[in-house]
């Protein structure tokens, strides 16, 4: 049984527009839609999960879901939401970044299906044997050049200024659709709010060159609550591919998104019913500070993206940042982890025969590393007891050695529960 997906998509909060007719169409039986990836990075970011999301609830309303990668596309350059044209890329490191994009792709839809598997597509199949010449004769001549002005995408740019490479993208992109409409009877284009130009671009090719019927939906532009655009942090892009951002910072980017985000992501990048998500609302008001929305949220995104084993490893992580880890927490942190879960603490390097040789934690609180004034204040601390060495307490007498070492490289000292001191050790 087909599920009604524009419906979900209403309650999720993803249907921005959709053309005349789509919803009947879809209820008809299992129809083939597909949304456009941009290759021209080695992989995508959270950005493009609104996308993915969308590919699944498709796929699990019944439908087929065809996820095109633009291999011909990513050497034109789209001139939707950008405001100066891009760098291109050739041939070979676009077909370096498709095969990482299709990785990734793997992980959230589902290509074995025995009803409705997911297909990946590359346009460059398609345009590669098409010349220039070809492309104007058969395709070109079916849409003016007035129509093509009236689209936000090449109004927004005439200003500031625009390539005929770019102005051409929405012919290539709607020559797209016809070909999937003509040879693998898609009849559904999805793409965000910014595309809708693009996408009716091909509706309008298709009726005009082959007299067929296809049909559009797009979902709104995700922002944050402050209205920036979502999927960015301070550093840059969240990414999908672990050796850009870590399950760690990944993870962490989902946990500390603010309560009303986390009530709308929730029903964005899950597969969680809507009875499932209100028991999970109505969890998180009734006692907002333990962030159970949150931690559904990141738990859910982290496992579909980087597995079950990354994100124990990425929860352990972040119970150690809160002090909730031992010593034997601290040993199970590889480097990179030790370096996400304690980025922004004050870091000191000190060299391995300091303490191959040992040292007195008084020295080493306070002239070895200068986590403390002076040695003064050290015997102060420790007379307290609010020193601790790898979350253990430690004395006047104690003999800082390499044994202290966890992972072979760090010690972390720490004055009471807040105040973090990273020491990493050199060869």
Same mark, same amino acid.
């Given at each position: 049984?087909?599920?009604?997906?524009?419906?979900?998509?209403?309650?999720?909060?993803?249907?921005?527009?959709?053309?005349?007719?789509?919803?009947?169409?879809?209820?008809?039986? %299992?129809?083939?839609?597909?949304?456009?990836?941009?290759?021209?990075?080695?992989?995508?970011?959270?950005?493009?999960?609104?996308?993915?999301?969308?590919?699944?609830?498709?796929?699990?309303?019944?439908?087929?879901?065809?996820?095109?990668?633009?291999?011909?596309?990513?050497?034109?350059?789209?001139?939707?939401?950008?405001?100066?044209?891009?760098?291109?890329?050739?041939?070979?490191?676009?077909?370096? #970044?498709?095969?990482?994009?299709?990785?990734?792709?793997?992980? /959230?839809?589902?290509?074995?299906?025995?009803? #409705?598997?997911? +297909?990946?597509?590359?346009? @460059?199949?398609?345009?590669?044997?098409?010349?220039?010449?070809?492309?104007?004769?058969?395709?070109?001549?079916?849409?003016?050049?007035? @129509?093509?002005?009236?689209?936000?995408?090449?109004?927004?740019?005439?200003?500031?200024?625009?390539?005929?490479?770019?102005?051409?993208?929405?012919?290539?992109?709607?020559?797209? /659709?016809?070909?999937?409409?003509?040879?693998?009877?898609?009849?559904?284009?999805?793409?965000?709010?910014?595309?809708?130009? #693009?996408?009716?671009?091909?509706?309008?090719?298709?009726?005009?060159?082959?007299?067929?019927?296809?049909?559009?939906?797009?979902?709104?532009?995700?922002?944050?609550?402050?209205?920036?655009? /979502?999927?960015?942090?301070?550093?840059?892009?969240?990414?999908?591919?672990?050796?850009?951002?870590?399950?760690?910072?990944?993870?962490?980017? $989902?946990?500390?998104?603010?309560?009303?985000?986390?009530?709308?992501?929730?029903?964005?990048?899950?597969?969680?019913?809507?009875?499932?998500?209100?028991?999970?609302?109505? +969890?998180?008001?009734?006692?907002?500070?333990?962030?159970?929305?949150?931690?559904?949220?990141?738990?859910?995104?982290?496992?579909?993206?980087?597995?079950?084993?990354?994100?124990?490893?990425?929860?352990?992580?972040?119970?150690?940042?809160?002090?909730?880890?031992?010593?034997?927490?601290?040993?199970?942190?590889?480097?990179?982890? $030790?370096?996400?879960?304690?980025?922004?603490? %004050?870091?000191?390097?000190?060299?391995?025969?300091?303490?191959?040789?040992?040292?007195?934690?008084? +020295?080493?609180?306070?002239?070895?590393?200068?986590?403390?004034?002076?040695?003064?204040?050290?015997?102060?601390?420790?007379?307290?007891?609010?020193?601790?060495?790898?979350?253990?307490?430690?004395?006047?007498?104690?003999?800082?050695?390499?044994?202290?070492?966890?992972?072979?490289?760090?010690?972390?000292?720490?004055?009471?529960?807040?105040? @973090?001191?990273?020491?990493?050790?050199?060869?």
């Amino acid at each position: 049984m087909v599920k009604n997906f524009i419906e979900e998509l209403r309650w999720r909060g993803l249907l921005q527009d959709s053309m005349p007719g789509a919803d009947a169409h879809l209820s008809k039986g %299992p129809q083939k839609g597909y949304i456009g990836f941009d290759p021209t990075a080695d992989s995508l970011h959270v950005g493009n999960l609104v996308q993915i999301m969308i590919l699944v609830h498709f796929q699990r309303c019944g439908h087929k879901p065809i996820a095109l990668v633009g291999g011909a596309t990513g050497m034109v350059g789209d001139p939707s939401g950008k405001s100066a044209e891009r760098n291109l890329l050739d041939e070979g490191a676009l077909r370096h #970044n498709q095969a990482c994009i299709k990785a990734q792709l793997e992980r /959230f839809l589902d290509f074995e299906n025995a009803i #409705n598997p997911a +297909e990946l597509v590359n346009n @460059y199949d398609w345009f590669k044997e098409m010349g220039f010449l070809q492309f104007i004769r058969e395709v070109g001549k079916h849409i003016t050049v007035n @129509y093509m002005m009236a689209k936000d995408s090449v109004k927004n740019r005439l200003e500031t200024g625009l390539s005929f490479t770019e102005f051409s993208y929405q012919l290539v992109q709607g020559f797209d /659709f016809h070909w999937l409409h003509k040879h693998e009877q898609c009849s559904l284009q999805m793409g965000g709010s910014d595309q809708w130009g #693009n996408i009716t671009t091909g509706t309008e090719l298709i009726r005009r060159m082959d007299g067929g019927e296809a049909f559009a939906i797009t979902t709104p532009l995700l922002t944050k609550s402050d209205g920036s655009k /979502f999927g960015k942090s301070e550093g840059g892009n969240i990414w999908l591919d672990a050796k850009r951002t870590s399950p760690y910072k990944f993870y962490q980017f $989902w946990l500390n998104v603010p309560d009303a985000e986390a009530e709308r992501f929730i029903k964005i990048f899950t597969v969680l019913g809507q009875g499932e998500v209100d028991d999970l609302i109505a +969890e998180h008001v009734k006692a907002p500070h333990q962030r159970s929305l949150q931690k559904a949220l990141a738990a859910d995104i982290t496992r579909r993206t980087h597995g079950e084993t990354e994100l124990q490893s990425a929860i352990q992580a972040s119970e150690v940042l809160f002090g909730k880890g031992d010593a034997d927490a601290l040993a199970t942190l590889d480097e990179q982890q $030790w370096l996400d879960v304690f980025e922004g603490v %004050p870091q000191v390097e000190v060299s391995r025969k300091t303490l191959d040789a040992g040292v007195g934690i008084i +020295e080493f609180l306070a002239d070895s590393t200068g986590f403390l004034a002076s040695k003064g204040e050290a015997k102060r601390a420790l007379k307290e007891g609010s020193i601790s060495l790898n979350r253990s307490k430690v004395g006047e007498d104690h003999i800082v050695q390499s044994d202290d070492l966890l992972g072979g490289k760090f010690l972390l000292l720490q004055r009471g529960k807040k105040n @973090y001191f990273l020491v990493k050790v050199s060869v």
